[in-house]
């Protein structure tokens, strides 16, 4: 619940409350709807607030800051726009060791979204009608409504980084299969069967009865 305060320097400082005795019951229905609805708005500022601009609580790392983490982890540096030094002051977070500023850089667009917090700039007044407030809540409801996307991202980057991972594997493959060939060549030199054989064609091979000569292990086998 929001707490308005009024100033020192003004002449009627009688609690909120005490006021309420001398207003008619209608009224006092329509300030009950209204801390209702400010209740409502607190509610869902936390919701949005944490789903899209800070991890955890008031002290937790930027979503901004872990993305662009995520971003490096899936070997996206080279599609971000942000210095170093703007991703450390905007936000107090040291760059992750060993990294430059370009690798902790993130996409502008998204960055600028996530870093201005704009929803922060939300602010309420002391008696605002009914209206008013709903017309809050509708705002603040589509913010939340972008939590999903901002998990989405987070689930997209992990597995980009599955795709790298994958990548990485691909390259020692490569490297092992030239090994293995060397080692053919060094045991028994240029003689037939020097181009080996993939172990894809015998299981599935692309014309059926034809996979070609391959080594007695894998002729036996049975799938």
């Known amino acids: 619940m929001f707490s308005f305060r009024t100033s020192k320097q003004e002449p009627n400082t009688q609690p909120r409350d005490k006021k309420l005795k001398n207003v008619p019951s209608d009224s006092i229905e329509t300030i009950t709807e209204e801390k209702k609805l400010e209740d409502k708005i607190l509610s869902l500022y936390h919701v949005a607030w944490l789903g899209i601009y800070q991890v955890h609580d ?5 979503h901004a800051f872990r993305l662009a983490e995520l971003f490096y982890g899936a070997g996206m540096s080279s599609y971000v726009d942000k210095t170093e030094q703007e991703l450390s002051d ?12 370009a690798e902790t850089r993130v ?3 998204l960055w600028t979204a996530l870093s201005k917090e704009g929803l922060s700039s939300l602010k309420l007044f002391e008696g605002l009608s009914v209206a008013s407030l ?3 809540i509708e705002l ?3 913010y939340v409504k972008e939590v999903a996307s901002v998990n989405a ?3 997209l980057l992990r597995e980009l980084q599955v795709a790298r991972r994958l990548r990485h594997l691909d390259a020692r493959l490569k490297v092992l299969v030239l090994d293995l060939e060397d080692e053919f060549w060094n045991e028994h030199g240029a003689v037939k069967g020097r181009e080996g054989w993939r172990v894809h064609d015998v299981l599935f091979p692309r014309f059926p ?13 049975k799938f």
């Open 107 to 109: 996409l502008d667009p």
């Open 90 to 101: 905007d936000h107090g977070n040291k760059r992750p060791r060993g990294k430059t500023g």
């Open 58 to 62: 008031k002290d937790g790392r930027s």
């Open 153 to 155: 991202l987070y689930q």
């Open 140 to 142: 603040v409801e589509a």
């Open 134 to 136: 709903e017309s809050v």
């Open 209 to 221: 009865g034809r996979t070609g000569k391959k080594m007695s292990f894998a002729s036996s086998m």
